[in-house]
């Protein structure tokens, strides 16, 4: 099966920057699916997707359980991060893990996570996104696989126990 969308993962704050995605979107007339728990901003999304006649494009999924999150990652194009500020960065290495390609915002924190295993846009600039979308749909399928295989080993440094321990022996080294 070809993947014919792209999705989102996360919350609707407005410095997710979901609108200039949706323009995106519908420049180049694809799909996006967009999980993110039902709240006051996921209601303003959907007010401005009917504004901009993107219903055809644009589908808020709501919540969805991690096994069904996995093969919507799987069956993407690409996971897609616009997002203008962040802390670290989360939803890019799942997706990744996951099995799929990720394009993001070219801000420093994610140039710092994410460096070369990711594409990279100018989250600022909606032809900046359009070319990222366009470029990876038209990968092949043989650089779809290499680039996928490189960002799920390059993600794996990153992990929850790694952390606890980096942590644990700071904190031991601080409290000598």
């Known amino acids: 099966m070809k993947a014919d969308y792209f999705v989102y993962t996360g919350n609707a704050y407005p410095h997710k920057n979901l609108s200039r995605l949706i323009d995106a979107i519908l420049l180049i007339k694809?799909?996006?699916?967009?999980?993110?728990?039902?709240?006051?901003f996921i209601d303003r999304l959907q007010i401005e997707i009917k504004i901009k006649n993107a219903q055809k494009y644009v589908e808020v999924?709501?919540?969805?359980?991690?096994?069904?999150?996995?093969?919507?990652?799987?069956?993407?194009?690409?996971?897609?991060?616009?997002?203008?500020?962040?802390?670290?960065?989360?939803?890019?290495?799942?997706?990744?893990?996951?099995?799929?390609?990720?394009?993001?915002?070219d801000i420093p924190v994610l140039k710092e996570v994410y460096?070369?295993?990711?594409?990279?846009?100018?989250?600022?600039?909606?032809?900046?996104?359009?070319?990222?979308?366009?470029?990876?749909?038209?990968?092949?399928?043989?650089?779809?696989e290499v680039k996928i295989k490189y960002a799920k080993e390059f993600v794996k440094k990153y992990s929850w126990s790694k952390m606890a321990k980096e942590t644990l022996k700071i904190y031991e080294e601080v409290g000598k």
């Open 115 to 144: 460096e070369d295993s990711v594409d990279y846009f100018d989250p600022m600039d909606i032809n900046s996104i359009v070319e990222s979308l366009q470029k990876i749909m038209n990968y092949t399928k043989s650089q779809r």
């Open 30 to 40: 694809t799909k996006l699916k967009i999980v993110s728990g039902r709240n006051i």
């Open 61 to 105: 999924l709501g919540f969805v359980p991690d096994e069904e999150l996995d093969k919507i990652y799987k069956n993407s194009i690409a996971f897609v991060f616009p997002t203008l500020a962040e802390g670290f960065g989360l939803p890019p290495k799942e997706a990744i893990k996951a099995g799929t390609l990720a394009v993001v915002s």
